[in-house]
């Protein structure tokens, strides 16, 4: 059984800067495709960025590319989302996820998922 658990949500304000964990157990981490999705209230779930599990290569969606950084720490099963000038439109549930994919980016492809931390960006 492989469990994802997500940490670090809370409020901040515009322009701060905030760092989310995950650490997955029960599973070979360093093999899965890692990666960060959100949801706000209404709206779908949206890819945020990845690292895949060949060389930890990242990718990242144009709305945060150059803001927020993923990166991973095989040896410890976990992995962060960096973010930083956060801006109020970043304010959604983020949610941690893993795939054995090589690389994707639809939700439906993805095994394994946290239940969320709450990121909350104030003006």
């Known amino acids: 059984h492989v469990q994802v658990v997500e940490s670090g949500g809370g409020l901040v304000q515009a322009g701060d800067s905030l760092r989310l964990s995950c650490t997955i157990s029960g599973g070979t981490f360093s093999t899965y495709l890692i990666a960060w999705f959100r949801q706000a209230p209404g709206n779908d779930r949206e890819f945020v960025g990845c690292?895949?599990?060949?060389?930890?290569?990242?990718y990242y969606h144009a709305s945060v590319r150059g803001r927020f950084t993923i990166s991973r720490k095989d040896a410890n099963n976990t992995a962060s989302l960096q973010m930083s000038s956060l801006k109020p439109e970043d304010t959604a549930v983020y949610f941690c996820?893993?795939?054995?994919?090589?690389?994707?980016?639809?939700?439906?492809?993805?095994?394994?998922w946290g239940q969320g931390t709450q990121v909350t960006v104030s003006l």
């Open positions: 996820t893993a795939s054995t994919r090589y690389y994707t980016r639809t939700p439906g492809d993805f095994e394994y």
């Open positions: 690292s895949l599990r060949s060389g930890g290569t990242t």
